[in-house]
């Protein structure tokens, strides 16, 4: 697993913050009441301790994701987690839809998409813009499966996972979720050399 400095954490900290500071403000707009989004802390991780932690942080083992590819100077993927029930709450609270409504399944894909494509990409977008690194962008996914499915497919030889814990305030309601990046492993030496080269 990639070891990080203290200072090269506290800078994606930094970075990864003002992403999330400005998909708070596109997701404001959107939905015309305020939404705070913080990100309390970082950790590097790897697959299995990434699983471990998903499933004892929301006491669950079957989540809902929304996951978007990046590709250009650095390579990977950004997922938006949260326990299905707090996916739910949140459709919920940006569509107005009954938590019980029949209708709340069919809205929940296509809304969630949206919360995680602006959320990501104001993030991967930050990311890029500060470290003037070119991104281009996958379409985005939303998959509820096991945590185990959900990042089965990850190369842990291959892959550096920085996991960004992500709180959503909204009108007094908590709903949690997170930040998942996963880089590949060259090309997480070049967002680290492209920090370096902005701090």
Do not use: H, W
């Not at 739910?88 to 839809?97: C, D, H, K, M, Q």
């Amino acid at each position: 697993m990639k070891q990080l400095t203290e200072d090269q954490i506290d800078a994606i900290k930094e970075l990864i913050n003002i992403g999330v500071g400005r998909a708070a403000s596109l997701l404001n707009e959107m939905v015309g009441f305020p939404i705070c989004l913080e990100i309390p802390f970082i950790q590097v991780l790897t697959v299995e301790d990434l699983q471990q932690e998903l499933i004892a942080r929301f006491n669950s083992n079957y989540l809902a994701t929304v996951r978007l590819g990046f590709t250009g100077s650095i390579n990977g993927s950004a997922e938006l987690v949260f326990p299905t029930e707090s996916a739910s709450t949140l459709v919920s609270i940006l569509t107005g839809e009954d938590l019980g409504s029949p209708d709340l399944d069919a809205v929940k894909i296509g809304t969630l998409t949206e919360v995680g494509n602006i959320v990501i990409n104001g993030v991967i977008g930050s990311l890029g813009n500060l470290l003037k690194q070119r991104m281009n962008y996958l379409i985005p996914t939303y998959t509820e499966d096991t945590v185990e499915n959900l990042f089965a497919a990850v190369e842990p030889d291959d892959s550096t996972i920085v996991l960004a814990q992500a709180s959503f305030t909204i009108e007094q309601l908590q709903v949690i979720g997170d930040l998942i990046f996963i880089f590949e492993l060259q090309t997480f030496d070049q967002l680290i050399a492209a920090i370096e080269e902005v701090s």
